[in-house]
């Protein structure tokens, strides 16, 4: 059992940046955020793997950067350049057992309470 705490949340300014932190209570062989905007469906951002490759979706490409720090059993995602259409909660998940990681959430089996990310116009 993996719990998962997401912190950084926040309200900004279209361009502006926040950074998200996930610090799990043990090790996972691949981390990743997670988004869902009001009425839609959510849809993986970015993933890292414990070896540190990394894998992003398209509307994020060189704006947002994830991290981890392995010692901390801590992931980061920093988002920079921030658009309205960023707007969402942000879920932190994890998987424990090593294996195929990609975007999808139906590679993760432990999920965060969500952290609210809002951007204004």
């Known amino acids: 059992q993996v719990q998962l705490v997401e912190s950084g949340g926040g309200s900004v300014q279209a361009g502006g940046s926040l950074r998200l932190s996930c610090a799990a209570s043990?090790?996972?062989?691949?981390m990743g955020w997670f988004r869902q905007a009001p009425g839609k469906e959510r849809e993986g951002v970015a993933r890292i793997s414990s070896t540190g490759s990394t894998n992003y979706a398209d509307s994020v490409k060189g704006r947002f950067t994830i991290s981890q720090d392995n010692a901390k059993n801590t992931v980061y995602l920093q988002m920079n350049i921030l658009k309205p259409e960023d707007t969402a909660m942000y879920y932190c998940?994890?998987?424990?057992?090593?294996?195929?990681?990609?975007?999808?959430?139906?590679?993760?089996?432990?999920w965060g309470q969500g952290t609210q990310v809002t951007v204004s116009s």
């Open positions: 043990g090790y996972s062989y691949c």
């Open positions: 998940a994890a998987r424990v057992a090593y294996g195929w990681c990609s975007l999808s959430s139906w590679d993760f089996n432990y």
